[in-house]
């Protein structure tokens, strides 16, 4: 593989060529494939490094992965050519759902795992990857600590490869999913200690659905209540004012009755800014 731009430089190659030789030593490989920037790479890496034979594509779908995320994911393995499997599962039962704990994230890797393992000995493979990144260790992620507790391996983090490394990597491929907004699963709208509903994860997916038809890249819908609490990136606050009619109507069609932007804009992970008082209590 040969990258043009300026910006892509010794030390890039080096990390591609270490992740080369990971998934090559460890296929055949079970991939955790979300339809991501991150999962999409690697299974295109995989694909390309280990094989077609060597390699096999589980997607996870249930309530808490939005409609549009699902056929994104679906479109992206038929466009790459990956062998795929769908699961249908719910991966917290209801009294975590009911409770919304902290850890809620580490709970459901838990149950993800499970699932992996059992289809990773069905289809006779020697290691279970995911789409970790160098990038994630600098955030709360205790669903990636979870993972390698059960056996996970993180072919991105062992090659050291960022989250911007792997936009730059996805670009000078030619893969149109390069520059694909970040997304989490519809969970993470909601506060911890707040109950998780259907009612309160349509009322999310429909009011992202309503950001991402207005132009909005990338847009979050927190739920507090009957307070919807938007997130843009901050050059497209103004924007959102400009629409903030058409705005208001359609999340009060959804079900909330205010809505609010927050001035601090689009951030990974907002929903934690409150462990620590959260712990407290």
């Known amino acids: 593989m040969r990258f043009a731009r300026p910006d892509v430089t010794g030390v890039m190659q080096k990390k591609i060529q270490k992740l080369s030789s990971i998934l090559q030593e460890k296929a055949p490989l079970l991939i955790a494939y979300s339809g991501g920037v991150d999962s999409a790479l690697l299974a295109a890496l995989a694909l ?82 995911d789409g970790a990144n160098a990038s994630d260790l600098s955030e709360y992620r205790p669903g990636i600590e979870e993972m390698s507790s059960c056996g996970v391996i993180h072919p991105f983090i062992m090659a050291d490869i960022t989250k911007q490394d792997i936009r730059v990597i996805a670009h000078e491929m030619g893969y149109s999913f390069w520059n694909k907004p970040s997304s989490a699963c519809l969970y993470s709208r909601i506060p911890y200690g707040e109950e998780i509903t259907l009612e309160k994860l349509r009322m999310i997916e429909e009011g992202e659905e309503v950001l991402a038809n207005s132009g909005f890249l990338q847009g979050r819908v927190r739920h507090h209540g009957t307070i919807a609490r938007i997130e843009v990136l901050p050059g497209d606050m103004e924007k959102v004012l400009n629409q903030k009619e058409i705005i208001l109507e359609k999340f009060q069609e959804i079900g909330f009755r205010y809505i609010t932007l927050d001035l601090k804009g689009y951030r990974p992970g907002s929903m934690d800014e409150i462990l620590p008082f959260f712990k407290m209590t």
């Not at 094989?51 to 790459?80: K, M, N, Q, W, Y």
């Not at 769908?86 to 009911?98: F, Y």
């Open 48 to 129: 390309e490094y280990a094989g077609p034979d060597a390699i096999h594509c589980i997607l996870i779908d249930g309530p808490a992965f939005s409609r549009r995320a699902f056929h994104e994911a679906v479109t992206i393995a038929e466009d790459l050519s990956l062998p795929l499997e769908i699961v249908r599962a719910d991966l917290l039962p209801g009294p975590v759902l009911k409770e919304n704990p902290s850890d809620r994230c580490r709970i459901c890797k838990h149950a993800f795992c499970d699932i992996l393992k059992s289809k990773s000995r069905a289809s006779h493979c020697k290691s279970i990857v």
